[in-house]
């Protein structure tokens, strides 16, 4: 029973949840977007640290690629969009860029709107007859073509290559085998094994593409930590039972599974093909997490050997735990316990299991982090804030 | 299906000449993997830590989840530990 569901966009795109959106454009009124979240419980509210305050072209073309992104996800079905007026990330920007959506939106600006009181009574009356509208819609049936996964692992241990990332990377092939798009990044945690991706690559030239970007990720690493570089194998990643910084990161890769890699996508774009495809963004989870949501992800999987709660706000995030010490200690934060793996489980077990509940996910079905309200917003920037 | 044997090691990919011990794992134990019993270990094996499945001689690679993660610096016997002081990074030298 493999039926999915998923509510029908305008623009041809089919989301799994059916969210409305209250995006700041800048971080100056995200108090707006609170109080209309706390007004309006059923939208997602959101806030961030930025929106103005950074020039170089490179950080502006990343800002609006994710605050664009985080509206056009399939996931939301409307959007209340708050803008105070002066901001780089000004409405005026930033609306057209979704307008060939057709999504519903509501803008706001509160040097126009009378402040921020009556800003957010104006978005609480638009969210909430947004909520009435889209809890009329009713889900569709929907193809494994229509929707991109991405993968993350963060706060791993030396369980996290060898359980959780290895049961990911056998959902990751069993999806792609039917026609979904996958994608993974991280780009610092490839370094070392860019050879093995960029022989798994569709061609040449995407091959060389995924050697220059662990390459950039490479450089960037030593001309930003210099000696301590070779941090970036820890000595508790040695603890643990890594020898090398190839042996590292490709525990960290297997999590994509063993697919041919069809395109290198930049941060927070959108992927031009389907199958296997990687994102070149950075390592930190939630940076990571948000450009994948700008890329169009209706679903993550997230392993973790620490133990983290993170989730995305407008994204299920399917938590995977690699050992069951983590699983235990924070049950009510993880969805599923890879570390059965090493306790008598097999590997196609757990992956029917993970099948069984991305399924019921896809169908509505909250993950923990949903449940428990877990959704971290923020973004990467390059430069510093003038 | 559960295995009839608790694995003790787990081989990510069948050209693997390395298996991952599944917990702390003492001298003398035998390995299982994939449910079947294999071979003694030669030394104790800490959890998530590597172990030789085949003699591996000096300046051989290390095959994990099928590719080469470091090169040998000496002879590895079957059942031995492998890590830092047996094995070499070819990039990243500490």
């Not at chain 1, 209340?80 to 057209?96: D, H, Q, R, W």
């Not at chain 2, 959890?47 to 040998?72: P, Q, R």
């Amino acid at each position: 029973m493999n039926e999915i569901t998923g509510f029908r966009r305008n623009d041809g795109k089919v989301g799994i949840r059916n969210h409305v959106l209250v995006l700041p454009t800048v971080s100056c009124v995200n108090g707006v977007a609170s109080r209309i979240g706390k007004a309006v419980p059923e939208a997602v509210a959101v806030t961030h640290g930025h929106g103005c305050g950074r020039g170089g072209p490179r950080d502006i073309e990343i800002l609006f690629r994710i605050l664009t992104g985080m509206m056009k996800n399939p996931n939301v079905g409307a959007v209340v969009l708050i803008g105070l007026g002066c901001e780089v990330s000004n409405v005026k920007n930033l609306a057209p860029m979704i307008a060939d959506t057709g999504k519903p939106i509501t803008i706001l600006n509160v040097q126009e709107d009378g402040g921020s009181l009556k800003t957010a009574a104006k978005g609480i009356e638009a969210a909430k007859s947004y909520v009435a509208a889209l809890g009329a819609q009713k889900r569709q049936p929907i193809a494994w073509e229509e929707l991109l996964i991405a993968i993350e692992c963060g706060g791993s241990d030396a369980m996290s290559g060898v359980t959780a990332n290895v049961a990911m990377g056998a959902v990751s092939d069993w999806l792609v085998d039917r026609g979904a798009t996958v994608m993974f990044g991280e780009n610092t945690e490839m370094i070392g094994t860019a050879h093995v991706l960029a022989r798994r690559a569709k061609d040449r030239k995407t091959g060389e593409e995924i050697e220059k970007m662990v390459d950039r990720a490479e450089v960037l690493t030593r001309d930003i930590m210099g000696e301590l570089a070779s941090l970036v194998i820890s000595p508790g990643n040695m603890d643990g039972g890594m020898s090398s910084i190839a042996e590292k990161s490709m525990g960290c890769i297997v999590k994509g599974g063993t697919s041919v890699i069809h395109e290198v996508v930049d941060y927070g774009a959108v992927p031009a093909r389907s199958g296997l495809v990687l994102q070149d963004g950075p390592g930190y989870d939630a940076d990571s997490m948000s450009g994948f949501a700008a890329s169009g992800a209706q679903l993550m999987f997230f392993s973790t050997g620490r133990g983290t709660p993170a989730g995305f706000p407008t994204v299920p995030v399917i938590k995977v735990a690699s050992n069951s010490r983590v699983y235990r200690a924070m049950e009510d934060d993880i969805d599923v316990n890879a570390g059965l793996l090493v306790e008598g489980k097999s590997l196609g077990e757990l992956r029917e299991e993970m099948i069984e509940r991305m399924v019921r996910v896809i169908n509505g079905e909250p993950t923990k982090p949903e449940a428990n309200d877990m959704g971290v917003f923020t973004f990467m920037t390059i430069h510093p804030p003038f | 299906m559960t295995n009839a044997l608790t694995d003790t090691v787990l081989i990510i990919n069948s050209k693997d000449n390395v298996g991952v011990a599944l917990r702390d794992l003492k001298a003398g134990e035998r390995v299982v993997a994939a449910g079947e019993e294999r071979f003694p270990l030669l030394e104790d094996i800490p959890a998530s830590h590597k172990v030789a499945l085949k003699d591996i001689g000096e300046a051989e690679e290390i095959i994990k989840y099928g590719e080469t993660v470091g090169v040998s610096t000496k002879e590895i016997k079957r059942g031995s530990w492998v890590h830092t002081h047996n094995l070499e990074s070819r990039r990243w030298k500490k």
